[in-house]
């Protein structure tokens, strides 16, 4: 399967009961990478169509709270399971 995958599912069902908080150490460049995909399960496993999915867009307000965040090499990584998304091969790992 796909960690990222699986991270977000355990993301999802932590804030069912409570808050998550996604850091590493600068929290600028890998955590941000969580929550970017976040809002990609979101929409496409859990169906909130309102949700934005353009990551340039979610860098943005990721910025307004966190102004150094970047992308920095990982956008390959959010593009690597927006793919796993896209592709649905989540169904059956679901």
């Known amino acids: 399967g796909c960690i990222m995958h699986r991270i977000q599912q355990v993301v999802w069902q932590s804030l069912q009961t409570g808050t998550v908080v996604s850091h590493c150490l600068a929290g600028l460049h890998r955590a941000p990478i969580i929550i970017v995909c976040h809002y990609l399960y979101r929409y496409y496993v859990l169906g909130m169509r309102e949700?934005?999915?353009?990551?340039?867009?979610?860098?943005?307000?990721?910025?307004?709270?966190?102004?150094?965040?970047q992308p920095l090499a990982y956008l390959s990584l959010i593009q690597k399971y927006h793919n796993f998304l896209l592709s649905k091969k989540w169904e059956s790992a679901t």
């Not at 990721?62 to 102004?67: D, K, N, S, T």
Request: charged content about 40%; some cysteine; overall charge neutral.
């Open 51 to 69: 949700t934005c999915t353009d990551v340039d867009e979610i860098y943005r307000r990721l910025q307004r709270v966190r102004p150094d965040a």
